[in-house]
């Protein structure tokens, strides 16, 4: 059922979609529910092929599947939701407020961008492929991917009785990634006609130039270049990425 996959996470008033990125999963923003959860009335999401090793999603893997559930979600809640989106979240957020707008009174674009055609997976195949299926430590997960990353992995990946396993299947990750290496979605961006915040990172993976063309062309856009940190903002800087999410919700509270 489509009202599983919000998880509430406290808080009052308008409501809060999380929607993680690639290799993530709703119970990796822990940190920032404590403030999120002053602001409005949170839920966290989990997208499919990322609800556990174990679990199949029965459609073919595309865009539109993650939108279209995603949509199922929020529908749910019997009102529109601001959508905090990370990487693949932030594009499904936006491609689902063009969509269905009346989803949708507000985007937190992080670290994504509408083209990406002509990057392949390759390089970064071989490192996924090589990830053992299960790590038997915290200090195993932290040495493979960093402080920050490896913080955000302890918290996606599912416990076992010996360690944390693969929450998903990395071919599945890696043909959800090679889509975007087909295909563009300017033409969903422009659509989507909600106030949006777009957060980019000094050290993004995202082709250069491209969150600013999008503060440009985009509907009631703010953009925030922060420097000196990597694709997990809010993680990485997070005193500025809730400065910025803060003051952003606030101007929506004034508009409506």
Excluded: K
Aim: proline letters at 6%; a negative charge.
């Amino acid at each position: 059922m489509a009202a599983e996959l919000l998880t509430h996470r406290g808080g009052a008033g308008e409501p809060l979609v999380l929607v993680h990125g690639l290799m993530g999963r709703g119970s990796t923003w822990s940190r920032q529910l404590p403030w999120l959860t002053r602001l409005g009335e949170v839920y966290t999401y989990d997208a499919p092929w990322h609800r556990g090793r174990d679990v199949a999603d029965p459609f073919p893997i595309s865009t539109e599947r993650f939108v279209t559930d995603l949509g199922d979600a929020v529908e749910t809640l019997g009102r529109p939701a601001v959508l905090v989106g990370h990487s693949m979240g932030a594009l499904h957020g936006w491609c689902l407020a063009a969509s269905r707008p009346e989803l949708v009174t507000g985007l937190v674009v992080e670290d994504m961008a509408p083209d990406f055609r002509g990057r392949t997976t390759g390089p970064w195949e071989p490192w996924l492929h090589a990830l053992p299926l299960e790590f038997h430590s915290a200090q195993q997960i932290y040495d493979e991917f960093g402080p920050v990353a490896g913080q955000y992995f302890l918290e996606a990946f599912d416990r076992t009785a010996t360690g944390w396993r693969l929450h998903g299947h990395t071919r599945v990750w890696i043909d959800i990634a090679a889509e975007w290496g087909r295909r563009d979605y300017w033409q969903q961006w422009q659509a989507a006609r909600v106030p949006a915040l777009l957060i980019e990172a000094e050290n993004s993976v995202t082709p250069p130039g491209q969150m600013r063309r999008m503060n440009e062309i985009g509907y009631r856009t703010t953009y925030l270049y922060v420097r000196g940190v990597g694709h997990l903002i809010h993680d990485e800087a997070p005193q500025v990425y809730q400065a910025a999410v803060e003051s952003f919700l606030s101007t929506l509270a004034d508009r409506s």
